[in-house]
């Protein structure tokens, strides 16, 4: 798996565990785990200075030349909401507020979502871009999840 390059830039254009580490290690995150664990599908996940734990997560995986790929990435940032945090309210007006995430309730846990399509490949700016927005809107609501206030 590797990433293709075109000219100057490089495009990520299927999931691929080692460009995406580059990409976060670049942004001064800490990679908590990437390949080497055989799971139902690849994921790389990491952690953020001030404690958001986020996941990449391998989608729209086909196999149709015999190798398989992924065609698309599921980032998911989670926090364990405080004992007075009405998480399936918050959840509700997130989802009502935030355009650029998608947000649910599960498993104990507030999950902040943002899908990216890597058909035809996307710059490791782009890639950085999206990751930032995910951080942007996981911070901002991240107070108001966990201290219910």
């Not at 001030?50 to 149709?64: E, F, K, Q, R, S």
């Not at 007006?93 to 399509?117: L, P, Q, W």
Request: proline share 1%.
């Amino acid at each position: 798996l590797t990433a293709k390059s075109t000219g100057a830039s490089t495009f990520i254009d299927h999931y691929d565990e080692v460009a995406i580490s580059e990409v976060i290690t670049s942004m001064g995150y800490m990679v908590v785990h990437g390949g080497g664990i055989e799971t139902e599908r690849p994921f790389v996940a990491f952690k953020t200075k001030d404690g958001i734990n986020v996941a990449t997560l391998a989608t729209a995986c086909h196999d149709d030349t015999g190798k398989k790929a992924c065609y698309g990435v599921q980032m998911i940032a989670e926090m364990l909401p405080g004992k007075n945090t009405d998480a399936d309210g918050l959840v509700e007006e997130y989802n009502a507020t935030y355009a650029a995430a998608k947000f649910y309730h599960v498993d104990g846990k507030v999950r902040v979502s943002r899908y990216i399509v890597l058909d035809d490949g996307v710059s490791r700016d782009n890639f950085k871009a999206n990751i930032d927005v995910l951080l942007q809107i996981a911070s901002k609501i991240r107070k108001e999840v966990v201290d219910g206030a």
